[in-house]
């Protein structure tokens, strides 16, 4: 699927992309992508980031509550900023125009045959205002760095797997610490208290569950 307002640019990306085999889905503004992905989801999106209804980097997060296609943004925009917060966005690559067509399609090329071959792993979480990143082990509260220790981020990647559901303080410890729970639940206790001073002020909450464990949830 290409998010693209500059006719040419999506003429030509066109063409690259159905010479090379691949069924290709556009749309020149967002209300348009929206309905697109009503009606099906790609495996790739390649969108641009200054769209006339809107922001690409704010419509990934908004489709992310339904759709997991990779995206890649390929925008004019080249400062080092900008391209960061299309990674922090969810945006699993950046290419900025002018570009070279034929690395264009290798990378689509590339990222579909990951795909396919069910290698591509999940790099990152997101929810609402919140970003985990599953290779560095941290997590982004709107754009800043939470600076969880391994066990804080451990917990909070379960509890956003597992949003809304309730669980028992012997799950997240043997989850987390990697050994069955003997005893004293404080390390659970501790760790669920760092985390909520760490989430304190946004909307995500962790409420306590007496005799049956925590819940992670968004008020």
């Not at 999506?10 to 090379?20: E, V």
Request: overall charge neutral; glycine content about 6%; hydrophobic content about 40%.
């Amino acid at each position: 699927m290409l998010v693209e307002d500059n006719r040419d640019i999506l003429d030509a990306n066109i063409q690259t992309l159905t010479r090379d085999g691949f069924t290709v889905v556009t749309a020149t503004s967002l209300k348009e992508a929206r309905a697109r992905l009503r009606a099906s989801v790609p495996d790739v999106i390649v969108m641009d980031v200054l769209l006339p209804d809107g922001n690409g980097r704010e419509f990934l997060r908004e489709i992310r509550e339904y759709c997991h296609a990779p995206v890649l943004f390929l925008t004019a925009e080249c400062r080092s900023e900008e391209r960061i917060k299309g990674l922090m966005a969810g945006g699993i690559d950046y290419i900025t125009k002018p570009y070279d067509i034929n690395e264009f399609r290798i990378r689509i090329k590339n990222f579909l045959s990951l795909i396919r071959s069910a290698k591509l792993p999940v790099s990152s979480l997101i929810v609402g205002s919140l970003k985990l990143d599953m290779v560095a082990q941290q997590a982004f509260l709107c754009y800043g760095d939470m600076c969880l220790s391994p066990k804080e981020f451990a917990l909070l990647h379960l509890f956003v797997k597992n949003e809304d559901r309730v669980l028992s303080t012997d799950y997240l410890y043997e989850k987390a610490w990697g050994q069955v729970m003997f005893g004293d639940d404080y390390p659970v206790k501790k760790t669920v208290s760092r985390l909520r001073s760490k989430l304190d002020e946004s909307e995500f909450l962790i409420s306590t569950h007496r005799g049956a464990g925590y819940c992670f949830y968004r008020a």
